[in-house]
């Protein structure tokens, strides 16, 4: 990742290190693309089983056993992975402890050394966004902004669907509550101090997957009206 900014930082217009943190985001979006799009699917036709999973819960409620057995079927039969979401999230996480790595220590003019033979040294790295922000400094606006876009996002993918049980669906509006809000909460309290740098990694990253996540949803519901 460290090479791979550097490169791309010699060749994006005016050596603008913010346009080269999104340049990267987006490659690495782009990589990741087939896993989101069986993630997002996998997902939303998750929420559309509920029922059916709800039934089968309430059916064999005093067999677990059976009761693991009847929801693996229906995750299988409807070719649903309900850890596809959080092996996309997981599979990030090492992504943003390196880029962590490279704006916290990377950018220092010694580590220009250890790049690879075909990638130019730039001799000084400027990490600044459109020339005023720099980017290995906290930011507060991008944590905030990165928590608004964690929001938008979060609330796209919610379950819309009202449960027939009363405590059912108490307990489902008090989870989408946290979800809604206290993933934002924790996005913004993480990037506070961090450098603003991850917090455009963020911000990037978050947009990209809700057009993603809407194009695909977009093109799935279309499908399905045709049928």
Not at 10 to 31: E, H, M, Q, S, W
Not at 66 to 81: C, P, S
Not at 120 to 146: E, K, S
């Amino acid at each position: 990742l460290f090479n791979a900014l550097i490169f791309i930082y010699n060749y994006i217009p005016g050596k603008d290190f913010g346009l080269a943190i999104i340049t990267l985001t987006v490659a690495i979006k782009f990589l990741l693309v087939p896993l989101s799009i069986k993630a997002v699917k996998s997902q939303k036709r998750l929420q559309e089983v509920q029922p059916k999973l709800k039934e089968i819960q309430e059916k064999y409620k005093d067999n677990k056993e059976v009761q693991a057995q009847k929801l693996l079927e229906i995750y299988k039969t409807e070719k649903i992975n309900p850890f596809g979401g959080l092996f996309v999230t997981l599979i990030q996480l090492p992504i943003l402890i390196a880029l962590y790595s490279v704006f916290s220590h990377g950018l220092q003019s010694g580590q220009l050394d250890n790049l690879y033979g075909f990638v130019i040294n730039p001799g000084h790295i400027t990490a600044l966004f459109l020339g005023i922000i720099d980017l290995t400094q906290p930011n507060i606006l991008f944590a905030a902004v990165a928590g608004i876009v964690q929001f938008i996002q979060t609330k796209t993918m919610l379950p819309k669907q009202p449960s027939s049980n009363q405590k059912e669906e108490q307990f489902m509006k008090m989870m989408n509550m946290q979800m809604t809000y206290v993933l934002p909460v924790m996005t913004f309290l993480i990037l506070f101090k961090l450098p603003s740098a991850l917090g455009l990694y963020w911000i990037t990253s978050g947009l990209f997957a809700a057009i993603q996540q809407y194009f695909i949803l977009k093109t799935k519901n279309q499908n399905n009206g045709t049928k």
